[in-house]
């Protein structure tokens, strides 16, 4: 029934119904922010990174065959974004690197994830997930945050489904072992 | 028994953290990141769209008139090489009685009148009227 609408709003968008785009914006902006928040850990960032995924998207639209759903599809678009960004922040200076790894390292108060933890547990939780290696954060915040299936979440980045659900398993593994001080 | 129940424990924990990873706190989203994003939806989607399967189509027309001629081509090297008759010349010429007639040449290059009698042998794309003689000319 979902896989159905989809196909119709994405007609829809390639007859140029604006409707249709707006449709899309509103069910997948809040999922996308968020996901580039817990990449880059800069609200600012985020929300650029949020604008380049949507106009890639619209540029791209004609390319995209409905095969994977239009969520996974832009979380594919937002997530080679962020790649790309990282690499050019690497290339452009080594200064300005040191000083993004700095920023993941100590809790900000710009860091938007820090102001949401309320309570001590989630301050916990989200240092432990710092402390986890990028693509064990990746897995971690595809699946259990932003609610990807591991097929989704192979189509997002590019990787066996067999990769993908033994990555995240060992991810929450290293993420318990940290919050019991294991590590 | 004892490794079991540590088992069992452990996989209980790991389904509590992920519950609790799954109850995080939604993160804040700016207000105007919405109208932005609306905002900036280009008028000529449709355009795009339409420009890729134009291009797609074109595509497909390149590839269709490649293999057509690559097809023509081979035909035509089979027929030439394995002495296949090529159409024969025909054409329109005047005869000794100076009225038109149709007429042809065979493979031999006889040219041949209207009721298949060989009127003389002539070279190929070279028209020889009975009668006319080239070195007579005025000129």
């Not at chain 1, 902006?29 to 817990?38: A, D, G, T």
């Not at chain 2, 399967?53 to 057509?68: E, N, S, Y």
């Amino acid at each position: 029934m979902r896989r159905r609408s989809e196909r119709q709003n994405l007609k829809d968008i390639r007859e140029g119904r604006r409707e249709a785009c707006e449709a899309v914006v509103c069910q997948n902006y809040k999922s996308i922010y968020s996901f580039m928040v817990y990449l880059t850990s800069n609200a600012s960032v985020a929300e650029d990174l949020t604008q380049e995924t949507f106009a890639s998207a619209w540029a791209n639209i004609g390319r995209y065959k409905g095969r994977a759903s239009l969520k996974t599809w832009l979380h594919q678009i937002a997530y080679h974004k962020f790649i790309d960004s990282e690499r050019k922040l690497k290339r452009h200076s080594a200064l300005m690197s040191n000083l993004s790894r700095e920023k993941r390292d100590t809790p900000e108060t710009s860091n938007p994830l820090y102001r949401l933890a309320t309570d001590e547990r989630s301050f916990l939780l989200y240092e432990a997930m710092r402390k986890l290696k990028s693509s064990e954060y990746t897995m971690i915040v595809l699946h259990y945050i932003q609610g990807l299936s591991f097929r989704e979440m192979a189509k997002v980045i590019n990787e066996p489904v067999g990769t993908v659900k033994w990555r995240t398993s060992k991810a929450l593994k290293r993420l318990k072992a940290f919050l019991t001080g294991r590590i | 028994m004892t490794e079991n129940q540590e088992q069992k424990w452990e996989d209980m924990r790991l389904k509590s953290l992920e519950a609790e990873l799954r109850c995080l706190p939604e993160v804040e989203v700016p207000e105007t990141l919405e109208d932005r994003l609306l905002a900036a939806i280009p008028d000529r989607t449709a355009e795009v769209t339409r420009e890729h399967q134009v291009k797609w189509h074109a595509g497909a027309w390149d590839f269709g008139a490649t293999a057509t001629a690559a097809v023509l081509i081979l035909a035509l090297m089979f027929m030439v090489n394995y002495g296949l008759s090529m159409p024969q010349k025909t054409l329109i010429t005047e005869l000794n009685d100076t009225s038109l007639c149709y007429t042809r040449w065979d493979q031999n290059n006889f040219l041949y009148d209207q009721n298949n009698a060989c009127v003389e042998k002539t070279l190929p794309y070279e028209l020889k009227l009975p009668g006319i003689n080239p070195d007579e000319s005025v000129y």
